[in-house]
């Protein structure tokens, strides 16, 4: 028998990555499509996108994902009459560890071990 489909629908894998942790820092490219692929955010009239209320919205809200999200941030993106492209940054503030000078950027006290 061949794979499940997607919604009962569509025969479409994840194009995620099976050990990959997406809450991890790093630059993410990211498409949202609506629902169907109907024009909820605008036309294109003479080669350029005149955005829809709604699309208006969407690109407000994507402008604000940073006030939503600590270390979050948005780079280049483009709100196209059916669908949204944009890239997502995650840069959290990794943790250095020196035990050995016993200088963390833990809170937590650390021991040297000898």
Known sequence: MGKPKFRGIYRVESTRLPNRNYAANGWYFVTIC????????????????????IGEI????WAE????????YTDAYVV???????IIA???PQNVETLQC?????????TRLV
Do not use: E
Request: charged share 15%; glycine share 6%; no cysteine.
């Open 102 to 110: 016993n200088v963390s950027t833990n809170r937590v006290k650390q």
């Open 58 to 61: 969407a690109q407000q809200f």
């Open 90 to 92: 995650i840069d959290r």
């Open 34 to 53: 609506t629902s169907d692929r109907i024009h909820f955010l605008g036309d294109v009239i003479t080669g350029n996108v005149q955005l829809s209320i």
């Open 65 to 72: 994902i940073p006030n939503h999200f600590a270390y979050t």
């Open 80 to 86: 196209m009459p059916n669908h949204v492209h944009g």
